[in-house]
């Protein structure tokens, strides 16, 4: 190594510890829990980027525990109450048709989007929120998240928020779904590190022929989670005639929160005020 090679080294070195000792204090404090890489491809050039705080902020152990542990593949049972969930979310016109169909029927959803289309539906996103609905990541680049590595799994959630925070910067994002629905403990581990609870399904509409509307309204039980897509036609196209008839039924149709079974649901354990301590 010549003296300036030598001198060009010293110099990024000192110059990386100054940087990380001008950090705010929230950076150095709030690490990642690390999960080891147990997948068979390690991609070490993923570079994870900090998330906004705000998708952190109330998040502890206990609860980080509790998402990964509760997998939403029914809702609750106990009552006729369904759930339509429609991924690969990305067109304003599509979603806004859906809007008109739900809001018409008094009914609410969870929308998947996959991130990299975050920008295409953004102008909707806050309408969507503002109504009830529910908006949920499928992943950042909509590819297979179990053969990635750990830090690859977060770079998908991380970009996701980071976006997400820019449109609605107020909302919490609550829910996951992996893509193609492949997922195992780990990506579930590494999603419940950044508040996200895995939503699987119980009914698939297939949503690409007539047969959509029999797929759902003849084979519905109570506490479905149905798996829809926003990019088919069926599953849009149909959604006035579908909604309809499951209210015919006696069903509710409403998002994950309040349609999931309660023991799956993280409930706060921190005291509530007394009426005393109110007044």
Known sequence: MNRRQFLKK???????????????????SSQLPIVQDSSPHSNTQAKTKRILPNQLTGLTQEEIDFLAAHELIRGDSSRKVAMLTYDDASSVNGIQHLMDVYRENGAKMAVFVIGNNLDSCKAILPQLIAEGHELGCHGWTHNILTPM??????????????????????????????????????VRDIAAQFGLQHVLWSLESGGQDTTTYHNVVDRLQPGEIILSHESRFFDVNDA?????????????????????????????????PTQEGLQ
């Open 10 to 28: 010293i110099g990024t070195v000192w110059l990386g510890t100054a940087t990380f000792g001008f950090l705010p204090s929230f950076y150095q």
């Open 149 to 186: 590595s750990d830090d690859g799994i977060r770079n998908e959630f991380d970009l996701f928020l980071q976006k997400t925070a820019e449109i609605l910067p107020d909302y919490r994002v609550k829910y996951f779904r992996a893509p193609y629905g492949e997922r195992n403990q780990r």
């Open 240 to 272: 006035d005639v579908i909604l309809r008839e499951l209210i015919r039924k006696g069903y509710n149709l409403e998002n994950i929160t309040t349609g999931m079974d309660p023991s799956d649901r993280w409930i706060d354990a921190s005291p509530t």
